[in-house]
Every structure is written in C-alpha cells, then in structure tokens.
C-alpha cells in the first residue's frame, strides 16, 4: 500500500511540475507555460534577460539570433517554464508559449550567421611616413611612476606578463562610465581624479595604459577603433583602445583596458588587424587572455568589438612634452583603411572632420612599423 501512495505521489508531482509542460504540443509543435509575458533566454553561455515580450498578439513572432558557431545551445525561460535546444545557423524552431486557459503565443527561434567583413590591406610603405616615440627621460613619466608606482611587477616577469599585469591594474582603477570625462587627458589626472571616485569611458583606460607601459620603457599608443559606418552611424561609432610593441616578439599587440583583455592566437598576442582576422577565420581557436577573475565571454566581447575593427588611427607623435608636435603634411594622426574602403573623412555622430587631422594609408606595413 505505502509503495502504491508513493507512486501516485511521484506521478501527481510530474504532472504539476512546469518542466512536464514541454511534453504538451499545440499544433505539433512543444508548448510551455507562462503567466507573465517576461522572458529571458540565453544563447551559448549569454543570457538576455527581460528583452523579449511575450506576445500572443503577433502572428508567428521571430527571435533572430547571432550563432558563432555552426551549432548553439539554446534556452528560453518564462517567468514559471523553459525549453530547451540546439540551434543551427539559418535554421528554424518554432514552439508555443501559453498564456492564460485558450492564448497561445507562436514564437519562432531562427539562427542567423555571424556577419564577418574579410579586410584586406596593402604592405607598401610610404617613405617619408614617420612615427615619433618617446627616447628620452620625461618629467611626466617620471612624475606618473612616483605618484602610482607599480610595484607588483618582478624582475624575472616576460614582457607579456608585465604587459597582463598593467592591463589588470588599470581595469581595476574605476568602473566604465561612457558618459563622464576627466578634466585632462592624461594618466596622473585621470588616476587622481578615479581615486576621488570618479568614473570614465574607455579611452580613459587607453590612456592610463598607454602612459604606464611607456613609463615602464616600452613603446605604446593609443589606437581609435571606428566603424565602417562611422560617417553616418546614429549611435557612437567609435572606441578606444592601446597597443604596446614588444621587442621579444617584435610585434605590435593589442589591449583593451575597458574589457581586461588581450586577444592572442595560439599563445601569441595579437594586433588589432590580425584579431579582426582571427575572429573571422579562428573563431573557435583564439582567446581573450586576461588576469581578471570576473569571467569574460568572448561571445559578448566580440558582439561588442567587431564592427569597431574597420578604421584604425593612432598619432604621429607619441612623446611628451616635445617642444613642437610632429606632423606630416600638416596633419598629425594617420588612418588606416582597408583596400576597397574609401576613406573616413567626416563622422557626423562627433561632427569630427577626420580629414582635417588624419592622413590616409592602405598598408599595414606603415600602421604596424617598428618603433624607430
């Protein structure tokens, strides 16, 4: 008899537990319950939440979503049920949410591929095209090592350990505030100012990073990320992030402050053309290395970075305190634009006219020379 009650009991609670729901079909596709119209849903390891409204109202309602990989687990939640599955690049599921005793809300799950942009660039120089760093002693620097030393440094770190180690620091000085600036652009007041609990946009870290690395001796700038449709985009079209040379290496590498990360392929860092590259050609193979120890989805960061990687400019002249600034032919950064690309010449969200500041090249031999 108390075997019997206890099968009744397993049976009543399946029956009443929501998950059973995906069991229930309507139209010969899976249905699940929901008492709200909240949802979330996550794709891969990302979750979205509260950004899709169940509504019975709209016929056949489509979620589109970005599949990086060929193959994406998938899973929606209502507010009391979930279903589960695997998702394929331009493929469809489809199933049914009901609400209340006769609504039933048709929702349709389609996956779309990753939009990738292959670039392609010149390996030319331009003879006369020149960029200056710093070579000798510099009272900034020196003030800026003695005001925020870095002491966790070690004798016996590599330069990519050194390298990881600032980049951490840096992220960690303040949280990202896009729409805050410091009352100076450079690393002492910006560290000042983080201290007294302000916070600020990302190129506040590339500059903070910029200064610390080249206080350490090595060769650093700052690099300006812009979208292929920056001329016209309604939303910021633009980020900023640092790049350091590495003499073991002999390489330029890229960092980004704001998101603690440093993009490397089979152990080796990369340049912010070459992990455009990687993540259109080694999607799954490349990584975001980083000290932190919040977990970073490459999903996400990538969702954020990729459209950036189209124009890059950085200055001509990286020193401090020169006594006259470097430029050539009156302008004193440079771009880089893919071939096939015309050039940036204005940026309507900013109202920045590139063109008045920038010259224009097509090589990466001429963006990625060797500090001279």
């Not at 998702?87 to 990738?116: D, R, W």
């Not at 073991?248 to 603690?260: A, M, R, S, V, Y």
């Not at 950036?308 to 440079?334: C, I, Q």
């Amino acid at each position: 008899m108390k075997k019997l009650t206890l099968l009744v009991l397993v049976l009543l609670f399946a029956v009443t537990n929501s998950s059973f729901s995906q069991t229930l079909t309507y139209n010969n596709s899976p249905v699940i319950i929901a008492k709200t119209d909240y949802s979330e849903y996550r794709i891969g390891d990302r979750w979205y939440k509260g950004g899709w409204r169940i509504a019975p109202e709209v016929a056949h309602d489509t979620l589109k979503l970005t599949c990086y990989n060929k193959v994406e687990s998938f899973e929606f939640k209502t507010d009391v049920d979930s279903i589960k599955f695997d998702l394929s690049v331009n493929a469809t599921k489809s199933f049914y949410i009901k609400m209340g005793v006769s609504e039933y809300a048709h929702t349709i799950i389609q996956g779309i591929p990753f939009q990738t942009n292959s670039l392609a660039f010149d390996s030319s120089r331009i003879s006369d095209l020149q960029v200056k760093y710093q070579v000798e002693e510099s009272a900034y620097l020196t003030n800026l090592k003695k005001g925020y030393p870095l002491s966790f440094l070690k004798d016996d770190m590599s330069d990519m350990d050194v390298v990881l180690a600032v980049l951490n620091w840096t992220h960690t000085r303040w949280k990202h505030n896009g729409m805050n600036s410091p009352s100076k652009n450079d690393a002492i007041t910006i560290l000042k100012e983080a201290e007294e609990g302000q916070r600020f946009p990302c190129f506040a870290y590339a500059i903070v990073l910029r200064d610390q690395l080249n206080a350490l001796g090595y060769h650093a700038r700052t690099v300006y990320l812009k979208t292929e449709d920056a001329a016209h985009r309604k939303s910021s079209p633009g980020h900023v992030a640092t790049e350091v040379y590495l003499n073991d290496l002999n390489k330029w590498i890229f960092l980004d402050g704001q998101f603690n990360v440093m993009p490397t392929l089979d152990g080796v860092p990369l340049n912010a053309v070459e992990f455009q590259d990687a993540i259109n050609n080694n999607f799954d193979e490349f990584e975001l290395t980083t000290l932190s120890e919040e977990e970073i989805s490459k999903k996400r960061y990538i969702n954020f970075i990729y459209d950036y990687l189209f124009y890059l400019d950085t200055s001509l002249d990286n020193r401090y305190g020169a006594e006259t600034t470097y430029t050539l032919d009156g302008k004193e950064s440079m771009m880089l634009v893919p071939l096939e690309a015309e050039p940036l010449t204005h940026v309507g969200y900013w109202d920045l006219k590139v063109e008045d500041y920038c010259i224009y090249t097509n090589s990466v031999a001429d963006f990625y020379a060797s500090p001279e």
